[in-house]
């Protein structure tokens, strides 16, 4: 499974301890409905292929160990963490990042974060957005109290949250009487 | 023409929101920049105090990929905001566990981290310090023994031979005096430790050194000419040889204020010319060599009359600025002058010591200071309204502080809204009103605090602005503060249509370019709405003033019948007459010679506060005017504590500001909001915490807990007060950092109410609030 590449200058470069382990590995994998194929090494995380091999910069490095939800993107319909997951895990997977869920324009959840001026940096948003996809996913019209049990792995320092969880109700309420 | 206002005080969607929710803002980690790019990683000291005896790169060197090592030897040179107490890369000590000892670029940011494993550094451990206490004791370590010899603002007054690197006294009235006259004497003691801003986005520099001589960077910053001002000092080179693009930036909160890691950046662009190379730092290292709050053991002392009216007020300020006062030692400085509080008092001593210790260099951090003095002076402000007998409340308005009243430094106060913003929050919080817990083992408790705070800055800080007139009539307007999130952009926007006439799908304004985009200070202090906003409103009644006078050039008409609506140029005794922009700011007017009149538009503005002096008696800091004016608040927490295990639930906060005049209402709001659920984290959870040997212990998320979704209150109540601030563009001045400050004493205040144990060391924690709860020494009705 781990077969030579072209992507050789890796391997030279590290010592022999590292080399071994190293072995880079012709990952494919679906990502925002395209087939990709990528030359990545077996330690490599995702969020860096995604970042800097693939030029998808929607999820974002805040801690490196899964700890504020910046890098936050959809596997196979469920949010994970990029910055912790290794890139060989979604060999075969649909990996959905906020490029592929605007591809035909801004969603519903963020138009109502639009609306409600929902983000200050605005560094969190892509991973509070991939959040609250699955959330809505899986529940159309959550109650306020799980849409910040379904959000709290995503951390912001700017906006006091107010204005994420006053967008998130809209959706909900809009899901609740039909509103498109 | 009517006076009313169509743009500035009305709600908007912020400029920058939709390319924030679509990821199409591009951070500085964003931006490609092609496989030419390079990598940087710098090795920390584990030391937080010790000589550097020697380094030995050899190994480093050789490893494959390596392209440059550097260490203090080749990087020696000092730089710093205020006072130039730190360097690129140190030369002979380290003086806090962190520091950059060497940095490696390398073709991968793996490699680099390699081969900082590979360098050798010999150290000597010296003693430490790391209490301020400490710091100033006899016979203390010198962690500055060089601090005579180091450049330094005019105004800061260091203590060459000891451990001071500025003093700021006030000594007005008699003290004496004032504390016979005195009725009632409260006094206490706190303890503030070191937070850190935990920006999501952790600091970020790409730096490229072009073989024709020029520097450019890529700053997460909030300073891009400051940065530009102190690159160009440290490195001998000239300003306008340096580019600094400022990308949009994923948090500031103080922490990328002035400058801090993008030196060693661009040290590291400078060895490897041709190369971008960029420097991230870890969120370890964002902990630890960034910047961190001051640190903060100061001992209050106020003495009242019997009626409540304060007459005598000491203040002993001792600041933990950590290993370098680079910036620091302005916090030190601007407490210095304010930190009596919001009140009018007659006679008032203060001394603030910047204390040099081995802990993280702090810098700037929202409130700049005032967070941590306004616990201590909260929280014996509400222990002598018991002592008293007065209503915690009432004891507040009555001190308020009135326009015109002296200020610690005898200056007079600004007109400002204290009482209506104490009144609303009370209101509010329904002050006075007993509540009850449903459940047996919980009570419910209020708290209540009044703060202010004034912009913190050189006396001549300005701002500048450009306007650029586009073919269709819309516009581009050019200026350099950042927006961190606060609606910089969209409030200039604003304020730039009001006076143009436009609506706002007409303006565009971008981040700052220092090649491109024309002076400004920093994104600081809460005033660039204020000082910049001065500059834009210029700048837009700059290019009016050159709409009027082609109009009238080409029609006829006197410019003074002439002004600016719906996108146009319409007449006071006309009513038919309308030219749109579109049709003239760049083509000008043709004549009925088939000539043409005019030509493309552009304004220019600048502001700088021409009526402050920072050059003061140093003994008693009177004489000048240091502070351009000062924004009053209060807040207020209902919290829910449960009385076996000290667990808080804060369930509704108001704070009310007087921010003058909100030129983003909502926006203005989101600020208050924000700011409070970060004093809620600094209030009940967030603490660095250090070992003996001065390492951070809990360098990460899962240690230092900063506020979820889950932790904030259910029921938020921002409030806008608005009395004109008289130099403010439409009256506005700033409130953004000041949202935090009632935070801290107000949860202390809520517990001391409902449980009558007094805290005097933040963070409340659950565990503290447990412990002491039945112990006498922290009971609440005590003078001292």
Redesign the interface.
């Known amino acids: 499974m781990f077969a030579q590449s072209t992507f050789q200058w ?1 391997y ?4 022999t301890e ?1 080399r071994r382990y190293q072995m880079n590995h012709m990952l494919k994998f679906n990502l925002n409905g395209e087939q990709v194929e990528v030359a990545v090494k077996s330690n490599e995380k995702l969020l860096d292929v995604l ?1 800097d091999k693939l ?1 998808v ?2 999820p ?6 899964a ?2 939800g ?1 890098c936050t993107v959809l596997i196979n319909d469920l949010s994970v963490r990029s910055c912790i997951t290794f890139a060989v895990e979604v060999e075969g997977k649909n990996v959905v990042t ?2 592929g869920l ?1 591809a035909d324009g ?1 969603t519903k959840i ?1 138009k109502a ?3 409600h ?10 991973g509070f ?1 991939m959040s609250a996809t699955e959330l809505i996913a899986k529940n159309p019209s959550p109650d ?1 109290e799980e849409v ?2 379904a ?15 006053d967008a998130m109700n809209e959706v909900a309420e809009d899901n609740r009487r039909g509103v498109k | 023409m009517k006076e009313t206002l169509k743009v500035v005080g009305h709600n908007a ?2 400029l ?8 199409t ?3 500085t ?2 931006i ?1 920049f092609g496989p030419n790019l390079l990598h940087m990683a710098v090795l920390g000291s584990p030391y937080a105090h010790a000589e550097i005896v020697s380094i030995d790169t050899s190994e480093a060197k050789k490893l ?2 390596v392209k440059a090592v550097l260490t203090g030897k080749d990087y020696p040179e000092k730089f710093g905001l205020y006072l130039e107490d730190k360097s690129i890369f140190p030369v002979d000590r380290v003086r806090q566990v962190g520091e950059q000892v060497a940095g490696v670029v390398a ?2 940011y ?2 680099a981290r ?1 081969a900082v494993k590979l360098i050798k550094v010999e150290y000597k451990e010296l003693p430490l310090i790391l209490d301020p206490y400490d710091s100033v004791a006899e016979g203390a370590v010198l962690i500055h023994p060089d601090l005579g010899n180091y450049k330094i603002e005019p105004w800061l007054n260091a203590q060459p031979g000891t451990n001071v690197a500025h003093l700021r006294q006030i000594r007005k009235g008699d003290i004496e005096k004032g504390f016979l006259e005195a009725d009632e004497i409260v006094e206490g003691e706190y303890y503030i430790p070191h937070v850190a ?6 600091h970020i520099s790409v730096s490229k050194f072009s073989l024709d001589g020029r520097l450019t960077m890529w700053n997460s910053t909030q300073s891009p000419h400051t940065q530009r001002n102190i690159m160009a000092n440290a490195l001998g080179m000239a300003h306008k040889d340096i580019r600094v693009i400022a990308p ?6 103080g922490g990328k204020a002035g400058i801090s890691m993008e030196v060693m950046a661009a040290a590291g662009a400078k060895s490897c010319p041709g190369h971008p190379v960029k420097l ?1 730092w ?2 370890e290292e964002e902990f630890s060599n960034s910047s961190q709050r001051t640190g903060l053991r100061n001992k209050v002392k106020i003495g009242f009359k019997k009626n409540g009216k304060i007459v005598a007020f000491k203040h002993e300020m001792f600041w933990d600025v950590g290993a370098s006062a680079e910036y620091g030692s302005n916090v030190v400085n601007a407490t210095g002058f304010s930190a009596t509080g919001p009140y009018y008092i007659p006679n008032v001593y203060i001394d603030s010591k910047a204390c040099y210790t081995n802990n993280p260099t702090c810098s700037a951090y929202r409130g700049f200071g005032y967070s941590e003095f306004s616990f201590g002076v909260e929280s014996t402000m509400d222990r002598a309204a018991k002592i008293l007998g007065i209503d915690a409340v009432e004891l507040r308005k009555i001190n308020a502080i009135k326009e015109g009243e002296g200020v610690a430094y005898d200056v007079p106060m600004n007109p400002n809204g204290l009482i209506e913003c104490i009144d609303k929050v009370a209101a509010e919080i329904e002050w006075g009103k007993e509540e009850k817990s449903d459940d047996p083992n919980k009570i419910i408790a209020k708290g209540f605090a009044s703060v202010w705070k004034a912009p913190a800055m050189p006396a001549n800080e300005s701002s500048s602005a450009f306007i650029k007139f586009s073919e269709d009539g819309s516009i581009n307007i050019l200026v350099s503060g950042m927006d ?4 910089f952009l969209t409030a200039m926007a604003k304020i730039a249509a009001e006076v143009l006439g436009l609506t706002l799908d007409k303006v565009r304004v971008e981040l700052p370019d220092t090649d491109r985009n024309p002076y400004e200070w920093q994104t600081v202090a809460s005033h660039v709405t204020w000082s910049c906003g001065n500059a834009v409103k210029r700048a837009a009644i700059d290019a009016r003033n050159k709409i009027f006078d082609t109009v009238q050039r080409a029609h006829f008409i006197d410019a003074s019948q002439l002004y600016l609506e719906d996108n146009g140029v319409k007449c006071t005794t006309q009513d038919s007459f309308y030219i749109p922009f579109s049709d003239f700011v760049i083509t000008g007017i043709q004549t009925e010679h088939n000539t043409w009149i005019g030509g493309p538009i552009l304004g220019s503005g600048m502001f700088m506060p021409e009526y402050t002096n920072a050059m003061v008696d140093p003994n008693t800091g009177l004489g000048g005017h240091p502070m351009v004016h000062y924004t009053v608040g209060a807040g207020a927490v209902k919290v829910e504590i449960d009385k076996e295990t000290g667990r808080m639930k804060v369930l509704k906060m108001a704070e009310a500001f007087d921010l003058g005049k909100a030129i983003n209402p ?2 203005a709001k ?1 600020q208050i ?6 004093g809620l984290g600094t209030a009940l959870w967030e603490e660095c915490i250090f070992n003996e040997k001065g390492k951070m212990l809990n360098d ?3 240690d230092y807990k ?5 932790d ?1 209150p ?1 029921d ?1 109540n921002p409030i806008l007060v608005e009395v004109p601030q008289p130099d403010g563009p439409y009256g506005a001045r700033g409130h953004s950092e000041h949202t935090m400050i009632p935070v801290m004493p107000a949860i202390a205040n809520a517990v001391a109410n409902g449980l009558g144990v007094r805290i005097t060391d933040v963070p409340v924690t659950s565990e503290k609030v447990a412990m002491r709860m039945n112990d006498p020494k922290y009971k609440e009705d005590m003078r001292k």
């Open positions: 890796d030279y470069e590290c010592d590292i970042r030029g910069v929607s974002k490095f805040g801690c490196g160990v700890e504020c910046a906020l490029e605007q801004p963020q974060f639009v609306k001026n929902a983000f200050q940096c605005g560094f969190c948003a892509p957005i306020e910040r049990h959000l709290a792995g995503n951390l912001c320092r700017c906006t006091g949250y107010q204005n994420i969880v | 969607v912020r920058d929101i939709l390319e924030k929710v679509t990821a803002a591009e951070y980690d964003d490609a494959p990929g073709t991968t793996e490699i390699n801003h935990t920006c999501i986005e952790t949009p930036i994923g948090g500031g909160f991230r870890s969120r961190l999130g606060q609606g909502d926006l989101d909001n924000g700011g409070f659920v970060q990460g998320f899962t900063i506020p979820t979704i889950l904030v259910r938020m």
